[in-house]
């Protein structure tokens, strides 16, 4: 199994609000962390990043959060818009080897 | 525009034939690597190089090829032993080392087997 993974497979949010998407991992050596941002028949889009010697980091309407204590990861997006629909995936950098993936959230903005 | 190129968008497989899907970027990235996605699932690892001339499996290498002979290039070969190839396959790259660097993606290619 994957040691990335994330609570919830789809959410639904409506435009204009605030979005929070999780993400938990399961491996203590992993100090790297990014989500990215799937849309449909595209690759993956670089979203932000945060380090383990971090707890948040902001970006453009992103916020993400580490509970290191949990192994917990989240993705927060303001104002949430109908651009912002797409499949969302958190990634560890888990020991001496290239990304781990989680499975992916869906995220739906009802206009 | 610097990138990640994969082509082509769309392939189709016969029974016992090895296709090569292509991967090129002119990031100057020192790594790339090979994902495959299947319907609602995550990506997982067939392979991966740090530097020209090596590359290592990923989670799922049984079944494909890849070389590495130029920075800017790393084809991937679906050959006629992996008996499930339909997929959407996804090349990315980075800065090397493997830690603490984001990957750039391609935007995949889509395999179906007539």
């Known amino acids: 199994g994957e040691s990335v993974g994330l609570h919830l497979p789809t959410l639904s949010v409506q435009e204009g609000d605030n979005s929070i998407i999780n993400c938990a991992y399961s491996n203590s050596a992993s100090d790297y962390f990014i989500w990215y941002k799937q849309e449909s028949g595209k690759g993956p889009q670089f979203i932000i990043d945060?380090?383990?010697?971090?707890d948040k980091r902001q970006g453009q309407r992103v916020t993400v959060l580490l509970n290191k204590t949990v192994k917990h990861l989240s993705l927060q997006i303001a104002a949430t818009q109908p651009g912002d629909s797409a499949v969302y995936f958190c990634?560890?950098?888990?020991?001496?080897?290239?990304?781990?993936f989680g499975k992916g959230t869906r995220l739906s903005v009802i206009a | 525009d610097g990138g990640i190129t994969q082509s082509p968008k769309y392939l189709f497989r016969k029974e016992g034939q090895n296709v090569t899907l292509s991967c090129e970027q002119n990031?100057?990235?020192?790594?790339m690597y090979w994902y495959r996605q299947d319907p609602g699932q995550g990506l997982r690892l067939i392979y991966y190089s740090q530097i020209v001339n090596d590359f290592q499996k990923g989670d799922i290498a049984e079944g494909y090829s890849v070389s590495r002979e130029k920075k800017e290039s790393f084809p991937l070969t679906v050959t006629s032993a992996q008996k499930n190839p339909t997929a959407f396959y996804l090349c990315a790259s980075s800065f090397g080392p493997l830690r603490n660097q984001p990957q750039h993606f391609g935007d995949g290619t889509r395999l179906s087997i007539l």
């Open positions: 945060i380090r383990s010697n971090m």
């Open positions: 990031l100057n990235h020192d790594a």
């Open positions: 990634a560890e950098n888990g020991g001496n080897t290239p990304l781990v």
